[in-house]
Structure formats: C-alpha cells, structure tokens
Nanobody, 121 residues
Framework: QVQLQESGPGLVKPSQTLSLTCTVSGGSITTTYHYWTWIRQPPGKGLEWIGYINYSGSTYYSPSLKSRTSISRDTSKNQFTLQLSSLTPEDTAVYYC?????????????WGQGTQVTVSS
C-alpha cells in the first residue's frame, strides 16, 4: 500500500519561501513512469496543479507558477520537496502531493491527506 505524507509549516509570512516535503512509503519514487506531483486547493476554489518531478528526476511546472517553483527529491529518503518563493496571501491553500503512475497523464492513484498552508503576516 502506497502512502504519501506531506509535512511543512502551516503558517508562513508574505515574501517568504514555502518548503513542503512529501514522504512516500510502500513504493519508490524512482519507479519507472511514476510522476510525483504537487497540487493545491485555495479556499473556495478548485484544484490547481503546481508541478511534478518524475522517476528520472525531470521536473515540469505550471507556467503560472514556474518562476516561483522548484521541486526536488531525495531518493535516499524517498521524499520529494516543493519550494514556492515570494509568497503572497493568494498562495494560501491546502497542498497535496500525489502519485501519477502513468507518464504524467494527470490521473492520480494515491494522494497525501493534504496540509493547510496559510500565508499571513
């Protein structure tokens, strides 16, 4: 059974950089064709795709967030990490990590429970 667990600060100040880590158990983040994704949901809005890092370490980001986003991984810990810089209150959201098992086609079979991030001074 694959499990994903997000961790990171719940409250960050504007202009700071958010760092969230997703720890994966029950499966390897280097498994071929698997894409490890960050998604968020602002209050009262739909899901917003942020970006992914795939099994080979390649990354791709949402064009609207690309200039502020970095996703990296630590294969020794089976973790991948989201960094989002220059935060504003509009970045307040529940942040999820998820697994896309099929070439990054946008279909997710495992999700973390989500972590609330609030950007406020």
């Amino acid at each position: 059974q694959v499990q994903l667990q997000e961790s990171g600060p719940g409250l960050v100040k504007p202009s700071q950089t958010l760092s969230l880590t997703c720890t994966v158990s029950g499966g390897s983040i280097t498994t071929t064709y698997h894409y490890w994704t960050w998604i968020r949901q602002p209050p009262g809005k739909g899901l917003e795709w942020i970006g992914y890092i795939n099994y080979s370490g390649s990354t791709y980001y949402s064009p609207s967030l690309k200039s502020r986003t970095s996703i990296s991984r630590d294969t020794s810990k089976n973790q991948f990490t989201l960094q989002l810089s220059s935060l504003t209150p509009e970045d307040t959201a529940v942040y999820y990590c998820a697994r896309d098992p099929n070439y990054g086609m946008g279909q997710y079979d495992y999700w973390g429970q989500g972590t609330q991030v609030t950007v406020s001074s």
